[in-house]
Nanobody, 125 residues
Framework: QVQLVESGGGLVQAGGSLRLSCAAS????????KGWFRQGPGTEREFVSA????????RYADSVKGRFTISRDNAKKTLYLHMNDLKPEDTAVYYC??????????????????WGQGTQVTVSS
């Protein structure tokens, strides 16, 4: 059973930084593709960033490109999202996800099998 637990969210002023973490359960294979999605108030869940199984390839939504960095530490079974120059429009619940079927870069939410419970990020202006 794959379990994902996000942490690191909080309240930050515009221009600030946060680092989100997503810890996977001990038995989670390191070969799973992983990604970050977010859902703001009154909006649908949207893709933020994705990374392949060994961290060699990444993808970002245009809205976060150049500000966010995704990374993973397979030895620690942890996925990260470093967020810099945060903007009020980045306010959302951020979710990490893992795909048991793919190990490349996955941007479609429906291709992910497991999701964390989400962590709130609030950016004040």
């Amino acid at each position: 059973q794959v379990q994902l637990v996000e942490s690191g969210g909080g309240l930050v002023q515009a221009g600030g930084s946060l680092r989100l973490s997503c810890a996977a359960s001990e038995r989670t294979p390191s070969t799973y593709a992983k990604g970050w999605f977010r859902q703001g108030p009154g909006t649908e869940r949207e893709f933020v960033s994705a990374i392949d199984w060994n961290g060699g390839n990444t993808r970002y939504a245009d809205s976060v490109k150049g500000r966010f960095t995704i990374s993973r530490d397979n030895a620690k079974k942890t996925l990260y999202l470093h967020m810099n120059d945060l903007k009020p429009e980045d306010t959302a619940v951020y979710y990490c996800a893992a795909s048991t079927q793919y190990n490349g870069v996955i941007i479609s939410a429906h291709l992910y099998d497991y999701w964390g419970q989400g962590t709130q990020v609030t950016v004040s202006s």
